[in-house]
Structures are given as C-alpha cells and as structure tokens.
C-alpha cells in the first residue's frame, strides 16, 4: 500500500478554521484518499473521501493537489469536539482492500 | 440504522478462559474487519471478511479465530490470550471496493489476566 506522511500533532483555536495536510508522494491513479478520525476512548469514524476533486460534505472539506501526491482536510471552523487523531489512508480500488492505519495528527483545538 | 454495534463493550478474562466477542450490522455491507488497538498506537487489520469468507488473515495468532455465520455477524473467538493481548478490539464494515467508507464500532476493550 502507498504511504501517507502526516504531522504527529498540531493545534487550532477553536472556531478558527483547520488545514489537516497529508503527503502520499507516491499515490497511484486507483488509489482514493479516506479521512478518518478517532475521538477519545471511541473507534475511528469516516470524515470523507475522494479521488481526484475536491469533496466536500456536512464535516468537512478535502482539497487534493493537481498532481494527487499531497491533499489537505479542511475543518471549517473546530470546535472542542473536533479535538481527535486524524488519519490520511490511500485505499486501492484494484480490490476489496483493507484501510491501513499511519500515525496519524493529534488535533488539539485550544479554547 | 446506520451503525456497528459490538458486545460486549469491556471484557476481563484469564489466560485459561474461553470468551467470544460479537459484532452486528444491518447496513447490507458485505465486507467486515477485526482490528485491534493497543494504547497510543493506529489500529492494525486482523481479518478480513469479505462476502462472508475470510479472505485476509495478516498473520494473526490461532489463540484468535474469526466467525461470520451471515452477513449482518462478525464474532472473535478468544482462547487462552497472553496478558499482551489486552486492547481494544474493533470491528468494522464496508460495501466492497475502495471507494466505500468504513463504518467503525465502538469497541471492546479486553483486559487479560
């Protein structure tokens, strides 16, 4: 599977906006990019996913580079809830394949 | 409904115990997973199910062995456990093919004895 680089940790303030990047240099042309984020104590939950446009939903936004080789989430305006680690997966399209877990950013949003 | 429901949510066995963990979806998802989640680190695949066949084992002990009697059921059979495999177990469903999301239970968190 092709690997994602992502910060270990980064703040925001809270009802500021948040840019998540995630470098994936060697992402190939079936590979779709999925962000999940994992609360405390709680399984990871789906934030969203694309493959070549921007996407945007009721969580959050995804802009992906011309070139697909970095993408950045887009939390809009945090909030203490949003306060989780955030995981970057490449997903193959080739097959059923599994979601590989990186380290991920632990977002901490600042009152 | 819309979610992965797993029991139980805790869980305290000895290393000589024989214990069953459950997972349950009604989404129609045909592909489901065993992850586990030891403290501070991402989740790592256990299995995978896919149509109802295991169809990824990523070299998991035999002391855990995985069930799908239908499509809506996932179980992990746990049998004599090393204290090391106290986790969090979660487990997951998804439509087939990469472009699906996810959708992740809460989890168990099992504490071996």
């Known amino acids: 599977d092709a690997k994602t680089t992502q910060p270990n940790s980064m703040e925001s303030n809270e009802e500021e906006p948040v840019h998540l990047p995630c470098n994936h240099s060697?992402?190939?042309?079936?590979?779709?990019i999925h962000w999940y984020r994992q609360l405390p104590s709680q399984g990871p939950e789906y934030v969203i996913h694309g493959l070549t446009s921007n996407v945007n939903n009721r969580m959050a936004s995804l802009a992906i580079a011309e070139d697909r080789k970095s993408s950045t989430l887009i939390l809009h305006r945090a909030t203490l809830r949003d306060a989780a680690v955030y995981y970057c997966?490449?997903?193959?399209?080739?097959?059923?394949?599994?979601?590989?877990f990186g380290s991920g950013t632990q977002l901490t949003v600042l009152p | 409904d819309t979610e992965v429901t797993q029991t139980p949510k805790h869980l305290v066995m000895g290393m000589t115990n024989k214990k069953s963990l459950k997972c349950e979806q009604h989404m129609g998802h045909r592909a489901m997973y065993w992850y586990k989640q030891k403290a501070k680190k991402p989740p790592e695949l256990m299995f995978v199910?896919?149509?109802?066949?295991?169809?990824i084992n990523e070299s998991v002990p035999s002391r855990f062995s995985p069930e799908c009697p239908n499509s809506s059921l996932l179980n992990l059979h746990l049998h004599a456990l090393q204290p090391e495999d106290s986790a969090l177990y979660l487990c997951a469903s998804s439509q087939t093919g990469a472009g699906y999301g996810y959708t992740f239970g809460s989890g168990t968190r099992l504490t071996v004895v």
């Open positions: 199910y896919s149509y109802e066949k295991l169809s």
């Open positions: 997966i490449l997903r193959d399209t080739g097959s059923a394949r599994q979601l590989t």
């Open positions: 060697t992402i190939s042309g079936t590979d779709y």
